[in-house]
């Protein structure tokens, strides 16, 4: 599988990206993304592309690629509305129509987040974004999409995230790790947890296309992978 992989140096594509590359079944990962990954891989290309709503420049490196993990993404917090859709709509769709055009045998998955407002007509705004983003990404030619709504993060194996004011909170619940698993299994998924459930549906598809934390942990139990 070829996998091309958006958002590589935030917190949860850390978390893809790892798992791509552990995976033998990954024959190739190629990052696209304003600044580079850090990271040397011989399964590993980067692609630095800085204006991120407009492929043409870089049409001809965008095709044969049976898998897209669209992790890039910004907190709504001081953005209007208007500020936070050129990022988390405009960008997102620039690129999905792109690959669409060009991998039409693609599965694309997109991180989302809990909460997410399918109507596009609630009250929160940020929620309405996302809702019109997983909308119109679902409603592309593509072989299939799937759109992840995770609902607390927890990072692991040297993941991090690119917010200072997100890392004191994980840092201070990695120790409480083994406890918020058991006690709130369908509101909690680590980084790797979600590389891993992206795979399987690239893999393997999933019985309906947006998937909520339990359905994205019902992922990676042994007979979902058989």
Sequence with gaps: MNVLLFGATGMVGQ???????????????????????GVSHPKLREILHTDLTNYAPIESELSGFDACFFSLGISSAGL????????????????????????????????????????????????????RTENALL???????FMF???????????RSRTALYRIPYTLTRPLLPLLLRAFPNHVLTTDEIGRAMIVVARHGAPKHVLETRDIRSLLSPSSAA
């Design 15 to 37: 978390g893809v990206l790892r798992e791509c590359l552990l995976d033998p079944g990954v024959a190739s990962v190629v990052s696209i993304g304003r600044s580079p990954t």
């Design 149 to 159: 709504r995770p609902g607390i993060i927890v990072p692991r194996f040297g993941a």
């Design 80 to 131: 209007n509305e208007e500020q936070y859709s050129r990022v988390t709509y405009d960008i997102t769709l620039r690129a999905a129509e792109t690959l669409a055009r060009l991998n039409p045998a693609m599965t694309f998955v997109y991180v989302s987040g809990q909460g997410t407002d399918s109507s596009e007509h609630g009250r929160i705004m940020w929620a309405r974004v996302k809702g």
């Design 139 to 145: 409603r592309l030619p593509f072989k299939d999409a």
